[in-house]
């Protein structure tokens, strides 16, 4: 096949492909990306991403976008571009999420704890809203991308005189491969769509080690204990337009 010809294919595919899509959607989103760690001097920073999705009416469909985090485990500047296969449900009516946001807000308010007023005003208001969503959104994928960021400095803590623990993070390697899993709940205005997308991330790549250096007369040596740093969550809000 002559490269003219499998251009032509691959347009036809692609035009076919598009065809059948039910939805498209393109938005942008921030939040917050940080370890699932107790470990004490590490923070979380604000990321923010662009996002494209196409679905199909069974559902299935694709998200992929580009996604800037400013600092992870106080290492700056990582990039990425997220590719993930999603999952939608049926769009619900208005009816229907007045009806499930009416029963949410009951249930929030019977099963809370008891309190004054205005904390069941806020159960109820929370059980509402909550259950307002049009469709659900299930996601896996996988974000390549590149630590851009150099190692920061120590984070030192001390006790008495006994010994001192100084915290620091290491960047090991500049490319990062997380493995992904969320779930995005889709409130929509006309077209619009507001989103809340809490995330898991699970770094394949050894970018992040966690070092806790402990030294004095307690321990009578210095003892370094380096641990990678592998799971991460991420909480995201943002807004993104939907048509087809």
């Known amino acids: 096949m002559s490269i ?15 065809a059948l899509a039910q939805t498209r959607d393109i938005g942008i989103q921030a939040g917050i990306y940080l370890p699932m760690t107790q470990k004490t001097g590490i923070g979380s920073d604000i990321t923010f991403g662009v996002g494209y999705g196409q679905f199909f009416h069974s559902g299935l469909g ?3 976008g580009l996604q800037y985090t400013a600092s992870i485990a106080d290492i700056d500047d990582v990039f990425g571009v997220p590719v993930a296969f999603a999952y939608r ?3 619900r009516s208005a009816e229907e999420r007045f009806r499930s946001g009416a029963a949410g807000a009951i249930d929030a308010t019977a099963y809370g704890t008891y309190g004054d007023g205005n904390d069941a005003s806020r159960r109820l208001l929370g059980g509402f809203l909550l259950n307002l969503f049009r469709d659900v959104e299930f996601f896996a994928g996988v974000t390549p991308g590149y630590v851009a960021g150099s190692s920061g400095s120590p984070f030192i803590s001390s006790w008495g005189t006994q010994y001192r623990e100084d915290i ?7 490319f ?10 889709n409130y929509s205005i006309w077209r619009f769509d507001l989103k809340f997308t809490p995330t ?3 770094n394949l790549t050894d970018n992040y080690i966690y ?12 003892v370094d204990q380096a641990t990678p740093l592998r799971w991460f969550v991420s909480l995201n809000a943002g807004i993104a337009f939907r048509w087809k």
């Open 4 to 18: 003219k010809s499998l251009i032509v294919a691959i347009s036809a595919g692609l035009l076919c492909f598009n």
């Open 89 to 91: 449900t049926r769009s």
């Open 176 to 185: 990062s491969m997380t493995l992904d899993a969320g779930v995005s709940l």
């Open 168 to 174: 620091r993070v290491e960047k090991k390697n500049a």
């Open 62 to 64: 694709f998200r992929t």
């Open 211 to 222: 070092h806790s250096t402990i030294s004095g007369t307690s321990v009578g040596t210095t």
């Open 200 to 202: 898991i991330h699970y």
